[in-house]
């Protein structure tokens, strides 16, 4: 006998407004699809990222920091030790890019696991599955899962923090997600104290202004998590830098002032492969390369509209809201950018677009679907991950380049009869010292770590020093040394103590 379905006894709106924030419980196996998102992830950065690549001049400066036979380059007042701690396990033990690449690599691909299987009670498994997957296809997203930068686990920690903090609303007995809100915002806030302030600003807000969130639990294991993840960074302010203000203000000389400025287009340029963008006046001769920029609003409100419908209001709503609070000091703030900066909210946006892409190849309710329907999102697609590859291949071929310049100026300075243990000042001294196997110490710039008078005083002490100059002479003190160019590098020239066999036997 066939009965026929009840009519609907309220309004289609009256209903949706009766639906639960969360949707069902995970469907599928989710250990199974996100396992196999993060391994193709770790697969990817191993096969196109990993081969040929050499440290670049920020990751000298955070690995030499627990690199035993290197020594520390000047750590400045922006920078945060976790990305050091990250990789000391490997940087202990071993001198080996290589090396510290495949650990980045896999250790990215559990990162990324990590952080979605943290909403598998939240989420649908294929809206996780096409989250992660857009995510990780990003060209930066590829390029810096093996580098050793802290903004990709940023990205990670605060994606895992506003999963933890749904459930903690969601789930007053989930203690495990209490403590993972403490440690995911502890993460963030280990490698970029900053970042952490306004993670903690967006979820804080959020629990304070929607009532269902106000729990102290939360309330109280945000700012815990932040400042049990800034201890280091803190008491390296009083122990290093003078204090806290005294940081926070050298800091912000260094990142040019922060202020009113809006770089929307400078991140915008930065997408055709730029790592940095500072100042960013480079033409955009590469539009294709922000496409995907431009799209992810409106694909994420086609996503919140699709949670929605679907019970699932907070998730994408939170999600998004978070992903611009993160955003905002990187738009509006900075005076330059990098496409680094931006991967956290990246992250969360991932998720809210994944609703979207997994509505658009989901059956109609009779079943069917147009062919046009299928073919169309899976075109473009296609596109957007073919740009992701263009993009990552141009960046690969210039970290290739100075990988070259690096390794022929070292193998010069070693020519010209520099030993270690040694002293590189000049332009490029800092990503040269890795390389060398010296030390680095600058007068002027960002890493001003001595004064010209102090590099005088090591030269007359005749210790094993090289100068590098561009465009330029030397100082006085190191005109007569001998000197070659470097020729991977026009214009620049390396002038190398004659004292360094000395040097070294007295080391």
């Known amino acids: ?38 391994a193709a992830y770790t697969l990817v950065q191993l096969l196109l990222v990993l081969p040929g690549t050499g440290l670049g001049w920020d990751e000298t400066v955070y690995v030499s920091q627990v690199d035993g036979p290197s020594p520390a380059a000047f750590f400045s007042a922006p920078r945060a030790r976790g990305i050091s701690y990250l990789v000391a396990p490997v940087a202990a ?23 979605l299987w943290v909403w598998r009670r939240l989420l649908p498994v294929p809206v996780l599955a096409w989250g992660g997957a857009l995510f990780s296809g990003l060209w930066i997203s590829l390029f810096y899962g093996p580098q050793a930068m802290p903004n990709l686990w940023c990205g990670f920690g605060a994606l895992a923090a506003v999963g933890c903090f749904l459930r903690c609303v969601r789930y007053s007995r989930d203690r495990a997600a209490l403590a993972g809100l403490v440690i995911s915002v502890g993460t963030v806030a280990v490698m970029r104290p900053p970042d952490a302030a306004w993670l903690v600003l967006a979820l804080g807000g959020a629990a304070l202004v929607v009532r269902d969130w106000r729990r102290p639990a939360v309330l109280g294991g945000l700012p815990a998590g932040a400042l049990a993840g800034a201890a280091p960074w803190l008491v390296e302010a009083f122990t290093s830098y003078g204090g806290l203000f005294t940081r926070l203000h050298r800091a912000s000389e260094i990142q040019g002032g922060m202020g009113w ?6 991140h915008v340029r930065a997408l055709q492969g730029r790592m940095l963008c500072r100042p960013c006046d480079m033409a955009w001769e590469q539009p294709q390369t922000a496409l995907w920029w431009f799209a992810v609003p409106l694909l994420a409100a086609a996503g919140i509209t699709a949670a929605v419908r679907a019970g699932r209001r907070d998730t994408a709503v939170l ?95 070693h020519r010209l009869g520099l030993r270690t243990p040694c002293t590189l000042t000049g332009p490029l001294a800092v990503p040269m010292s890795h390389y060398a ?71």
């Not at 289609?12 to 396992?35: A, E, I, K, Q």
């Not at 738009?331 to 931006?342: E, K, N, S």
């Not at 007569?480 to 160019?485: E, H, I, L």
């Open 319 to 413: 999600a998004s809201v978070t992903a611009v609070v993160l955003a905002l000091p990187y738009l509006f703030l900075m005076g330059y950018a990098a496409p680094r900066f931006l991967l956290p909210s990246y992250a969360l946006l991932a998720l809210p677009v994944g609703e979207c892409v997994r509505r658009s190849f989901a059956e109609r309710p009779d079943g069917r679907r147009p062919l046009v329907l299928i073919a169309l999102p899976a075109l473009l697609l296609g596109c957007h991950l073919g740009v992701q590859y263009q993009v990552l291949n141009a960046v690969l071929e210039r970290n290739h380049k100075v990988t070259r310049q690096m390794t022929e100026a070292a193998a010069t300075m």
């Open 261 to 266: 400025n809006i770089a929307i287009g400078d």
């Open 93 to 115: 033990f071993t001198s080996s890019t290589t090396v510290l690449r495949v650990f980045l690599a896999v250790l990215s691909g559990a990162g990324l696991l990590a952080a």
């Open 1 to 38: 006998m066939y009965v026929l379905p009840a009519a609907p006894s309220a309004p289609v709106t009256d209903r949706l407004r009766r639906l639960p924030y969360y949707g069902p419980g995970p469907s599928g196996r989710p250990l199974l699809h996100l396992g196999l998102v993060a």
């Open 437 to 507: 196997g010296c030390s680095s110490r600058q007068s002027r710039g960002h890493d001003v770590s001595i004064t010209g008078d102090g590099l005088r005083a090591l030269a007359a002490r005749r210790e094993a020093m090289a100068v590098t100059v561009r465009h330029s002479d030397p100082p006085r003190w190191a005109r007569g040394w001998p000197s070659a160019p470097l020729r991977e590098l026009p214009g620049y020239r390396v002038y190398v103590s004659p004292h360094g066999d000395r040097a070294a036997g007295q080391g």
